[in-house]
């Protein structure tokens, strides 16, 4: 893919980003209430170049959440390694690029809604095994 270009509410937080793919629904409990519903986001790997200052939340042991402090825009899901970053589809400029890839931590989705279209619906547990360490 190409170069992205993206900005919170305000535009006080600009970023480029070199997406890895399409987009990504996570339903998990922390993500929906981040988000205020269904969080999309982009896979951007190490690529994500931020102006403005970003506030951050640590939000688990394994990742952080920046969002813009004037707006609160929630922009970028963030892993301590650095290695992945999730950015939130919306706060792209041009979000009608990304194609609904697959929904994460299915088991957590509220029963009020449902995303038309067949694609990996994949568990928490599903989800996290594909980052596990090879066994030996």
Same mark, same amino acid.
């Given at each position: 893919m @190409?170069?992205?270009t993206g900005r919170c509410l305000c535009g006080a937080? @600009?970023?480029t980003a070199t997406p890895n793919g399409g987009m990504h629904a996570c339903h998990c409990p922390t993500c929906r209430r981040q988000s205020g519903g269904i969080l999309f986001s982009v896979d951007c790997g190490d690529s994500v170049v931020v102006q403005g200052e970003v506030a951050t939340y640590v939000s688990s042991e394994w990742a952080t959440r920046q969002?813009?402090?004037a707006c609160g825009t929630g922009l970028f899901w963030r892993s301590n390694d650095g290695a992945i970053t999730m950015v939130s589809a919306q706060a792209f400029d041009d979000p009608s690029?990304?194609?609904l890839e697959d929904e994460f931590c299915i088991e957590s989705k509220p029963a009020t809604y449902a995303l038309a279209g067949e694609r990996p619906r994949l568990t928490t547990d599903e989800l996290w095994a594909q980052f596990a360490p090879p066994q030996d």
């Open positions: @190409t170069i992205s937080v @600009t970023f969002f813009c402090p690029v990304f194609t």
